[in-house]
């Protein structure tokens, strides 16, 4: 029965695509207009809408028998930009060249963005978020649930762009504009172009494949000026985190070996000329250093829309937290225990958010990783923004470890509206902020901090 | 896009023609068109838009209501099609007049409305889809002739000319439209046939929802049919004794022949009755002189319908139809009705009128002689007089029951006719069974009779007038009887206390809507105009210059930024706009949305002589533009001369 439903949804579907695609705005139009006269014409006896129709209707009909006249091949380059955000158009541009010999006009190009119908195992085992609230007849249909899981699969939304006329060999520049979808990479498969028969109403189409790639950063949420608390902190490396080269900026003096001292301080020049182990020295350097930390433990894989917007919440605050008098660590466990560091010109913002457009949820480690990974680094950190997707003892001994260390936290917990709700930890001092998100509004709690 | 100049307008036109409003679609066609040749438009908010769509939908809903209470059922639905380039014409108008070139998709939907925030979302411009709706709109009338065809195909093949692709030469182009207006005429003529095969096949389905006309040739009885009768509360009738007294039948349709279950009229031609001076009297025959006046208001289909009339009707007068014809049955019909007539009958006397008996009215078929000869046989009337037969069959009769319902074990498959079940076993049904049985029962005493079908005269209501709703159509005898039509109805006279017995608990209330509706048809096909008809179209400008007055009295926004013509703004002849007409004629015009400080540095690169005035001569021109206070007349002159300068060297 299930597969019945599915082939039914797939077909109807795939049909809807077929005529959305085949049809023009203007065809669309008449077709509506055929019907409304079909149904006004229905007595033929009492009104004369059915001429209307027979007109309409024979002029359809033959638009559509002009779809046997093939589109005309064309070629298409994109100048893609590197990066796209979710959610915010991606403009770029195309150049089109037409390889035939007689000139073409009035065509329409499309980005082939892919199939986004879900597949038979997503349909059987992905519930959508709340389905259990749906009646039984909605549960039983899933029609809901196809909807949900197509526009969940859809990467892009893409736009139709009409191009000038094409000359032989003569390329023409168009701007395209999509509107990604969903972060991460982006795969633009090719191109469609398509062309009208001569009324206008229906379309042919030519393909030219063209994949290509482009970085989706995570959607970002506007935050409010925001001062997280700390005090500055001792950076025992200085700025020589520095990515310019050399170290100069912090160089202060030169001066003989102490023990302790790191080995890749020792000055060789000098060593060489006075025969004894001289090291650089650098001035202290004090700054704030905050904690972005990223919980990427996902309790229930099929329900990823929570972490999607926990990515948001992270790429929000790295976006918007003062990086020329600050550093930012991004703290999170993927494969691996990954750290990344950006500010006072240190790494760059752009790569932080390009980390976070591929981060994935962690399935093979457990959350003590991430302790483990902030409790190393705990002691430069004078402040902490922490994205939990859920609460439980672990995340709060995490908290308390913070506190313990008189960390100022800014604490955000992802919640499904199931089970208890989360309560603020008793650690927590008064100047701490501990705020609950839920899936879908988590805009307007960030534009209230 | 929009659609091509005049276009609308023309579509417009055709409609106005077509629909018989040519007036309004000339007027229409002139405003909607204005807008190619003003310059002004207005700057609709999404508030505003939305306010357009709510005056459409009052009148959508107006319009259904109005046609709905004052028309008949089929007609009405056609003129409300008809209507619709009226109903949506604030919303063309809204388009062509705005300076947006879509309207928000939000303005048609009360769910987008409250999601959406102002300027969000995408549009639509309606301009192609009004043309479509002024198409078919025009399609909802019934003029045949071969220019609605050819109108249909200008507009259309306007239409896709504008939306033509260019990749192909305007050779295919014609031909293909050719073709398709080929094919479309073709297609056309072959839909009529189309449809008589269909209603040949599913006539009953398809015309279940309209009310029906008696028809005078023939008339199926529900006889042998399972289940319950239509109890419809509408009212189609007000009868009122204007001299005498009220009849108690009116009829419609007169059959002599009964064969299956079905009455029929083996007179099946009409001839049209001759019309008075007075073009609305109608005289079915020679002598008028009775004291019986009734005046009938009814619901009429309007090309064609069977009149309700007493059975000794001999004038028809103020009937404002194209004409009347009868059959020798005496079954009347007209052509051309308004929707609702109030016509006055002169009635009464002697039946000398109607046609004398012949054979037909003796025919008893074959498999009902058995069963007839046994109730003759229980009648024991056979050696009477007429006039004594035909009491003995009403008395008869006296022992039978009514019902309008009958199930499934009632009726049986068995071989016996539903008659013979009547009459025999069950000795219950409704009048279609009392009126049949009476006729064939009579006939076979040989007394000639005819069977009559029509609507008796029951409610009377508190002002003296009778009532006369769908319910109440009934069936009865006609026998002759001395050289004379007498009426038999053998039906038990409290039929329709044996009907109210099956009504719902809100048939009352049903009732009331019921004749409340026919009141509002009286009064919108009512000869005299009362206090509401005088003051309602008064209401009804007041209230569109009300509307006119907020969506369109505000924000009038001069689209025409050439300024130095008509341009009555503060500093409209400031001397840098002649600067910038001459730069734009070197290429270095200013673009959409720069500000002319941004224009004159850029143009600055290539006209050095700008760089020592430029700071003076934008201060001056701003201070000319907008502060309020202005410039002094030597600081015009030095604005004037900066230009100059400039002007120079360029």
């Not at chain 1, 480690?365 to 705990?378: D, M, P, T, Y």
């Not at chain 2, 007179?267 to 019986?292: A, C, G, Q, Y």
């Not at chain 2, 005493?445 to 008796?456: D, F, H, I, M």
């Amino acid at each position: 029965m299930l597969r019945l439903l599915y082939r039914n949804y797939r077909f109807s579907s795939s049909l809807k695509y077929w005529a959305r695609r085949r049809f023009t705005p203007a065809g669309w139009l008449v077709f509506g207009c055929a019907i409304m006269s079909a149904g006004i014409g229905l007595d033929t006896n009492q009104a004369l809408a059915y001429q209307v129709f027979a007109l309409l209707i024979s002029v359809l009909l033959l638009s559509l028998f002009w779809t046997l006249w093939p589109a005309p091949k064309l070629r298409g380059a994109r100048s893609l930009p590197r990066v796209g955000t979710t959610g915010a158009p991606l403009h770029y541009k195309i150049s089109v060249t037409n390889p035939g010999k007689r000139k073409e006009a009035s065509i329409t190009l499309f980005e082939e963005l892919g199939d986004p119908r879900p597949t038979y195992e997503q349909f059987r085992d992905t519930p959508e978020p709340g389905e259990q609230k749906r009646n039984a007849w909605d549960r039983f249909f899933r029609f809901y649930r196809w909807m949900w899981l197509t526009a969940r699969n859809e990467v892009a939304e893409g736009f139709e762009t009409r191009l000038p006329p094409l000359f032989p060999n003569k390329p023409v520049e168009a701007a395209v504009k999509i509107i990604p979808k969903r972060r991460g990479v982006l795969r633009l498969l090719g191109l469609s172009f398509a062309a009208t028969d001569p009324f206008g109403l229906t379309r042919t189409f030519s393909s030219w494949p063209a994949p290509q790639k482009v970085l989706i950063l995570p959607k970002r949420y506007p935050i409010p000026a925001l001062v997280i608390p700390g005090k500055l902190e001792y950076q025992p490396g200085g700025v020589s985190l520095a990515s310019s080269i050399g170290e100069s900026g912090e160089f202060v003096a030169l001066r003989e070996y102490r023990r302790g001292d790191p080995l890749r301080h020792i000055h060789w020049k000098s060593v060489s000329k006075t025969g004894k182990l001289i090291v650089k020295e650098f001035q202290d350097e004090y700054f704030m250093r905050h904690a972005l930390i990223l919980d990427t433990f996902l309790a229930d894989p099929k329900e990823d829309e929570a972490f999607e917007e926990a990515v948001s919440v992270a790429a929000s605050f790295a976006h918007a937290l003062n990086t020329q008098e600050s550093l930012l660590d991004l703290l999170f466990v993927g494969p691996q225990a990954f750290c990344m560091t950006a500010g006072r010109g240190v790494g760059h913002l752009e790569q932080m958010l390009e980390i976070l457009a591929s981060v994935q949820p962690c399935t093979t480690r457990e959350f003590v990783s991430l302790e483990q990974l902030v409790v190393q680094r705990i002691d430069l950190v004078s402040g902490c923004v922490c994205v939990f997707l859920g609460w439980d003892e672990a995340r709060k001994r995490l908290v308390k470890q913070l506190k313990m260390r008189h960390i100022p936290v800014l604490v955000f917990v992802f919640w499904n509206g199931r089970g208890a709700e989360p309560q603020r930890e008793d650690a927590l001092e008064e100047s701490d902020r501990f705020h609950l998100l839920q899936p879908g509004r988590v805009e307007e709690v960030l534009a209230r901090l | 896009m929009r659609t091509p100049p005049f276009l609308l307008g023309a579509a417009l036109l055709f409609w106005g023609w077509r629909a018989e409003m040519l007036l309004v679609g000339v007027m229409g066609a002139i405003i909607l068109e204005a807008a190619n040749l003003l310059k002004a438009r207005w700057e609709f908010s999404d508030k505003e838009f939305n306010r357009i769509w709510d005056v459409c939908t009052i009148l959508f809903f107006g319009a259904g209501l109005y046609l709905r209470f004052s028309e008949e059922v089929t007609n009405g639905a056609y003129k409300f099609f008809a209507w619709f380039p009226i109903i949506f014409f604030p919303m063309a108008l809204g388009q062509v007049y705005s300076a947006r070139e879509k309207i928000p998709y939000k303005a048609f939907s009360w769910f987008l409305r409250r999601k959406r925030a102002e300027g969000q979302g995408g549009g639509l411009n309606i301009t192609w889809i009004y043309l479509g709706i002024c198409l078919v709109a025009s399609g909802a009338t019934n003029k045949q002739d071969i220019w609605f065809f050819m109108g249909v195909c200008g507009l259309t093949g306007w239409a896709v000319w504008a939306n033509r692709a260019f990749r192909f030469p305007g050779a295919a182009w014609a031909a293909s439209f050719i073709l398709a207006a080929a094919l479309g005429f073709v297609t056309q003529m072959q839909l009529p046939r189309l449809q008589s095969w269909f209603e040949g096949r599913a006539s009953e389905w398809f015309s279940k929802w309209a009310r029906k006309d008696f028809d005078p040739r023939e008339s199926k009885t529900a006889m042998g049919r399972l289940g319950r009768l239509k109890q419809s509360s509408r009212v189609i009738m007000r009868v009122t004794a204007e001299e005498g007294e009220a009849p108690e039948r009116l009829r419609q349709g007169m059959y002599d022949h009964y064969r299956e279950e079905t009455w029929r009229s083996t007179k099946r031609e009409f001839k049209d009755i001759p019309i008075e001076s007075d073009t609305t009297t109608w005289t079915l025959s020679t002598s008028t002189n009775t004291d019986n006046l009734v005046k009938v208001s009814a619901r009429l289909f309007r090309e064609r319908t069977t009149l309700s009339l007493p059975l000794t009707a001999r004038q028809i007068q103020d009937l404002p139809v194209d004409t009347v014809e009868t059959n020798a049955l005496r079954a009347a019909r007209s052509f051309g009705n308004p929707a609702l007539a109030s016509y006055r009958v002169v009635w009464g006397g002697s039946t000398e009128d109607e046609l004398p008996p012949e054979g037909a009215d003796i025919f008893i078929e074959e498999g009902e002689r058995a069963v007839l000869a046994r109730a003759a046989t229980e009648i024991g009337a056979s050696g009477l007089p007429d006039a004594q037969k035909v009491a003995a069959v009403e008395r008869f009769f006296s022992g039978f029951k009514y019902t309008t319902y009958q199930t499934a074990a009632e009726l049986g498959f068995h071989a016996m006719t539903p008659l013979s079940r009547f009459l025999q076993e069950t000795r219950a049904g409704h009048c279609e069974y009392f009126a049949t049985a009476t006729v064939l029962l009579l006939r076979h005493l040989k007394v000639p009779a005819r069977y009559v079908t029509g609507y008796a005269i029951q409610e009377k209501t508190a002002g003296g007038s009778y009532i006369v709703r769908e319910r109440h159509a009934h069936a009865w005898a006609l026998a002759y009887v001395n050289g004379d039509w007498v009426e038999v109805d053998t039906t038990p006279a409290d039929w329709l206390k044996e009907e109210a017995e099956e009504f719902p608990f809100y048939q009352k209330a049903k009732d009331l809507w019921a004749r409340l509706t026919f009141a509002f048809t009286e009064f919108r096909w009512s000869n005299e105009t009362g206090w509401l008809g005088t003051i309602a179209p008064w209401l009804l400008m007041l209230a569109a210059s009300y509307l006119a007055w907020r969506i369109f009295g505000r924000r009038l926004k001069k689209t025409d930024t050439g300024g130095l013509r008509e341009g009555n703004w503060p500093g409209a002849d400031s001397e840098v706009f002649l600067l910038e007409k001459k730069l734009s004629g070197a290429g270095l015009g200013r673009l959409d949305g720069e500000t002319s400080a941004e224009w004159l540095t850029r143009a600055r690169e290539n006209v050095p002589a700008l760089d020592p005035i430029l700071r003076e001569l934008l201060t001056l021109h701003y201070r000319y533009r907008f502060d309020p206070v202005g410039i002094g007349a030597s600081e015009r002159d030095q604005l004037r001369s900066l230009v100059k300068s400039a002007l120079l060297e360029v």
